[in-house]
């Protein structure tokens, strides 16, 4: 069982930049690789970012390319999202996920997800 707790949401204007955490309880953090979705009101939630548990390998959703920039640190258990150039679009609830499986843009392939933390960029 793993329990992810996410904080670093906040209300922000276009252009700033906001750095979420993602907190993983247990000892096999690095087995897992992590991602992060987004979900804003009326909307599907949609894949953001990933990375493998070693942290060699990323992906990205095109819109947030050359934007934002997953890592994580597994010696904290902890996974990071830093967002700049923050658009009105991006605003959202961000839930960070863990998989057991291979990286992955689907949700289905996620095992434990976090509660979310609301990230709201005004124009």
């Known amino acids: 069982q793993v329990q992810l707790v996410e904080s670093g949401g906040g209300l922000v204007q276009a252009g700033d930049s906001l750095r979420l955490s993602c907190a993983a309880s247990?000892?096999?953090?690095?087995?897992?690789?992590m991602g992060w979705f987004r979900q804003a009101p009326g909307k599907e939630r949609e894949f953001v970012a990933t990375?493998?548990?070693?942290?060699?390998?990323?992906y990205y959703e095109d819109s947030v390319k050359g934007r934002f920039t997953i890592s994580r640190d597994n010696a904290k258990n902890t996974v990071y999202l830093q967002m700049n150039s923050l658009k009105p679009e991006d605003t959202a609830v961000y839930y960070c996920?863990?998989?057991?499986?291979?990286?992955?843009?689907?949700?289905?392939?996620?095992?434990?997800w976090g509660q979310g933390t609301q990230v709201t960029v005004s124009s």
């Open positions: 996920a863990a998989s057991r499986a291979k990286i992955s843009s689907t949700s289905s392939w996620y095992d434990y």
């Open positions: 247990g000892r096999t953090f690095a087995s897992y690789c």
């Open positions: 990375i493998t548990g070693s942290g060699e390998s990323t």
